[in-house]
């Protein structure tokens, strides 16, 4: 008998349940236990824990087949111009950085943490994104000088921008993560921050309709469009 690749097999609640908790939990900047308070007002009795141990096992699944279908479809356009930045988090009191990189409409294209901000992680940080998102016309930075090192390796550096204003895309592309961290009362381990910071990004890019860039009416056929693609995840 061939085994059963359902990845919900071996829980009890049903797979709508476990997509709402996982989704509450990393779009909207809620604690655990605001989870699991807002899911007992509509008579879904589960522990703090529970939506811990929901987002740690599904939350990268989910995640990974979002950004697998949206990388699908934007290999199919030109890529203008990439913005990438680093900001500081500090874990146990020692400062990390996460460096991140959005596209010219704000969508999140990579998201890496390091212990350094040196030549060799932003090489790192960089052939990461090409790998996966190819390579773009233009790519604006801060003045870190490791950007310029690194973009010098892969033959770059022509592409490179750098103005007092032009990265303000990625820098406003920081706040809802920062609206997480302040919920989650800060990251513990680095391996944590990697990971939810990832999956923050795709959920991020799959419910994110630009709502103040839109009619009503389109944002609405917009949002149900995500909704109806979110239930069908691992189904």
Request: proline fraction near 2%; hydrophobic fraction near 40%; charged fraction near 30%.
């Amino acid at each position: 008998m061939a085994k059963s690749t359902n990845p919900f097999r071996y829980f009890d609640s049903s797979p709508e349940v476990i997509r709402t908790v996982v989704m509450m939990y990393v779009k909207y900047p809620l604690s655990l236990r605001n989870v699991e308070d807002l899911l007992a007002e509509r008579g879904i009795d589960i522990c703090h824990e529970t939506v811990r141990l929901w987002w740690n096992r599904f939350g990268p699944m989910f995640a990974a087949e979002i950004r697998r279908k949206r990388v699908q479809r934007m290999r199919s356009f030109t890529h203008w111009r990439w913005h990438l930045d680093e900001v500081y988090v500090k874990i146990n009191g020692e400062m990390h950085y996460l460096w991140r990189a959005v596209d010219q409409e704000g969508e999140v294209l990579e998201s890496f943490a390091s212990k350094t901000r040196n030549k060799a992680t932003a090489l790192t940080f960089m052939k990461k994104l090409m790998k996966r998102h190819g390579r773009a016309r233009a790519i604006t930075t801060d003045g870190l000088r490791s950007y310029k090192a690194a973009m010098k390796d892969l033959g770059n550096a022509a592409k490179q921008e750098v103005g007092r204003w032009a990265n303000n895309r990625v820098e406003n592309s920081h706040l809802p993560f920062r609206r997480r961290e302040r919920a989650m009362l800060r990251f513990r381990q680095m391996k944590t921050l990697q990971k939810f910071s990832s999956v923050h990004a795709a959920f991020h890019n799959h419910f994110n309709q630009d709502r103040h860039l839109v009619s009503r009416t389109t944002y609405k056929a917009r949002r149900s469009a995500a909704l109806a693609e979110w239930q069908t995840l691992a189904a």
